[in-house]
């Protein structure tokens, strides 16, 4: 049983929801009452997501280096980044941990590989969006991925900071970001969509559903650390 460090905060809705589904996923593996040992340490976004706005990859690691570390002195054996985009310097962060970490990108191409299926669509925050790294990912794995036109970008990019992070849901939102899927099926014959962000599957918890299947990598995410967790 391996000692979790999670870094969190990126936002702070989306590690509520890693909290609640780890303990959730743990309790349904274990059935024996108890919890997962974690410790969490909550990030000043804004400064992350500057550093990513000025293409400041080299700070954006730093500072994530310094985060894991923290978690490493307090205890934790294993780390993860509660979000897709800080993924975008993982690589980095991972060669200069002490402690081994766990991708959500690594993690949603082997699950989308799993369910047989090779174009998949992407949405999170044009950082991830324009991003090299699920084309890369999944590409080693045989699999295309797909994003929004450059209007569709910009709706979700701004969507997502404006509201999702804050915790702000509304079905209007949602209904246009099923429009941007639909476009991208009938355009890219996609057969799922990768909610590339972690605080989109909490938009699409309740209301209308889009035509192909939603990846939650929260979920995907979830299911990987325990696996290691409890190893």
Do not use: C
């Not at 997962?36 to 994530?64: C, H, K």
Request: glycine share 10%; charged share 25%; hydrophobic share 45%.
């Amino acid at each position: 049983m391996k000692i979790l460090g999670l870094v969190g905060g990126i936002g702070p809705e989306s590690t509520i929801d890693y909290y609640q589904a780890l303990i959730a996923g743990w309790r349904a593996r274990t059935a024996d009452n108890s919890y997962p040992p974690m410790v969490i340490d909550s990030i000043n976004l804004t400064r992350l997501r500057g550093y990513f706005e000025a293409g400041d990859t080299a700070s954006a690691t730093e500072y994530l280096v310094e985060e894991v570390e923290r978690l490493a002195r307090a205890g934790a054996e294993v780390a993860i980044l509660a979000a897709n985009t800080a993924h975008l310097v993982f690589d980095e962060v991972s060669a200069r941990a002490r402690i081994p970490m766990i991708s959500i990108v690594e993690a949603t191409g082997d699950e989308v590989r799993r369910l047989g299926m090779t174009r998949v669509g992407l949405l999170g925050t044009r950082y991830t969006m324009k991003g090299p790294i699920y084309p890369d990912v999944l590409g080693r794995r045989g699999l295309a991925v797909a994003i929004p036109d450059e209007a569709g970008i910009e709706v979700v990019h701004q969507a997502y900071f404006d509201e999702l992070v804050p915790g702000i849901f509304r079905p209007e939102t949602r209904a246009r970001f099923i429009g941007i899927i639909d476009r991208m099926k009938e355009r890219d014959g996609i057969e799922a969509v990768i909610l590339g962000g972690t605080e989109l599957p909490l938009l699409f918890r309740e209301g209308e559903k889009p035509s192909v299947p939603l990846l939650d990598t929260t979920r995907i995410h979830v299911a990987r650390i325990l696996d290691v967790m409890l190893a």
